[in-house]
Antibody, heavy 117, light 113 residues
Framework: DEQLLESGGGLVQPGGSLRLSCEAS????????MTWVRQAPGKGLEWVSS????????FHANSVKGRFTISRDNSKSTLYLQMNSLRVEDTAVYYC??????????WGQGTTVTVSS | QSALTQPASVSGSPGQSITISCTGT?????????VSWYQQHPGKAPKLMIY???KRPSGVSRRFSGSKSGNTASLTISGLQAEDEADYYC?????????????FGGGTRLTVL
């Protein structure tokens, strides 16, 4: 059974940093591109960042470019999102997802990030 | 403001069919056949219902179907059931061969009357 398990969320002050992790199981992690998608409270889904299977190419939404960095460790089947210079508007549930055919077939349960003073 | 436009809400009675539209531009929906649809129940993670505009993943009911024409994609749910009540999001690939990027619609709340 393919599964993704996020961790690392929490409460942080504006300007602070957090690193999210997403541990994969049940599939060959190194063969798939992976993505982070977020959802602010009561709002819709927003694509945040993606990385290809080898991790040598990464892409970020304009809203997080220069502040967030996606990375992966294929030896640990784990995806990361380093979030720096956090803003109140980054408050959201962050989901990691496995990409297949430019869509996301497996999602984690999400981890909540709250940016507040 | 979301990149793709969906109606905020739709409703239907059990057994009926409904269609949710998703309108984009020639840079996303219109230039790629890479539209996907996600169902999300309250407090749960999204679930993939349709990919590549009209393909259904294994395990998804045949009552769900997708289509695309020009800059607009559509999700149709036939034989509405109470369990279909949820939020539905469309998503389109909007990148190039070298830059990955996706855009979502604002979501549609489906109410089963």
């Amino acid at each position: 059974d393919e599964q993704l398990l996020e961790s690392g969320g929490g409460l942080v002050q504006p300007g602070g940093s957090l690193r999210l992790s997403c541990e994969a199981s049940g599939f060959t992690f190194s063969r798939y591109a992976m993505t982070w998608v977020r959802q602010a409270p009561g709002k819709g889904l927003e694509w945040v960042s993606s990385t290809v299977d080898l991790g040598d190419r990464t892409f970020h939404a304009n809203s997080v470019k220069g502040r967030f960095t996606i990375s992966r460790d294929n030896s640990k089947s784990t995806l990361y999102l380093q979030m720096n210079s956090l803003r109140v508007e980054d408050t959201a549930v962050y989901y990691c997802a496995k990409e297949v055919s430019s869509s996301w077939s497996v999602w984690g349960q999400g981890t909540t990030v709250t940016v507040s003073s | 403001q979301s990149a793709l436009t969906q109606p905020a809400s739709v409703s239907g009675s059990p057994g009926q069919s409904i269609t949710i539209s998703c309108t984009g531009t020639s840079s996303d929906v219109g230039s790629h056949g890479l539209v996907s649809w996600y169902q999300q129940h309250p407090g749960k993670a999204p679930k993939l219902m349709i990919y590549e505009a009209s393909k259904r993943p294994s395990g998804v009911s045949r009552r769900f179907s997708g289509s695309k024409s020009g800059n607009t994609a559509s999700l149709t749910i036939s034989g509405l059931q109470a369990e279909d009540e949820a939020d539905y999001y469309c998503c389109s690939y909007a990148g190039t061969t070298t830059v990955l990027k996706w855009v979502f619609g604002g979501g549609t709340r489906l109410t089963v009357l």
